[in-house]
């Protein structure tokens, strides 16, 4: 995958933002950074190269550009993992930061502790909060989606679903593969068969007739 800057560039330009961001005395060096940066950096082409976006590809290959929100809070959040998962102190600090940096630049609660899938997309995720679920390959989450728990207990989902804008999912839901939920919808303990689209809140949900091919917007077939 191709970037729109350095190793060396992108990870300096990550902890100038974390720096100016908290400046708690404890400086966050760029070299902390680049060690991870592959590691997220290939993470991240493995969602980019599944995607069916113009804006991730460059002469035929995925372009990572870290002035594409969409595609720097991707990678933020995946860097932000991969500083996590050496399981030391110093790397959940880091990853906190980066977690929280998120945050501040596009309203993406996305904690690292949360498992995203192989295969995922972020579409405008402002004011988006994904918690614990179990996600299937090939997810996206539009703007101010919730996805959260009823007495601890999370949704599964399967691949290929889509979370239209201010959609949520909470508690034990199920959704199958290739679900969509419609823009607005609120679906609490709800069980949704494949390829269905579903609409509507409380006791309003309604599952349209007919197979949903949503996630072929978002994805190569």
Not at 114 to 125: E, G, R, T
Not at 146 to 151: C, F, K, L, R
């Amino acid at each position: 995958m191709r970037n729109s800057l350095s190793l060396e560039g992108l990870s300096g330009y990550v902890a100038r933002q974390l720096n100016q961001f908290f400046p708690d005395g404890r400086t966050v060096r760029s070299l902390a950074i680049k060690k991870l940066t592959p590691a997220a950096l290939q993470r991240l082409e493995t969602c980019m190269a599944a995607c069916a976006r113009k804006y991730f590809f460059r002469d035929g290959r995925p372009w990572f550009d870290h002035l594409h929100s969409d595609q720097y809070a991707m990678f933020l959040y995946l860097l932000a993992r991969t500083s996590a998962e050496d399981g030391s102190a110093k790397g959940r600090e880091l990853a906190t930061k980066l977690f929280l940096l998120n945050k501040a630049l596009h309203a993406a609660d996305v904690y690292f502790e949360i498992q995203m899938p192989d295969i995922f997309l972020f579409a405008h995720p402002v004011g988006t909060v994904l918690g614990r679920a179990t996600y299937g390959n090939y997810f996206v989450a539009m703007q101010n989606c919730t996805v959260g728990n009823v007495d601890n207990r999370y949704p599964q989902f399967g691949e290929k679903v889509v979370l239209c804008s201010g959609s949520m999912v909470l508690g034990a839901s199920e959704l199958g593969a290739g679900v969509c939920v419609g823009a607005g919808s609120l679906l609490v303990e709800t069980k949704v068969p494949p390829y269905r689209t579903v609409v509507g809140r409380g006791k309003e949900i309604r599952i349209l007739p007919g197979r949903s091919e949503k996630w072929r917007t978002y994805f190569q077939a």
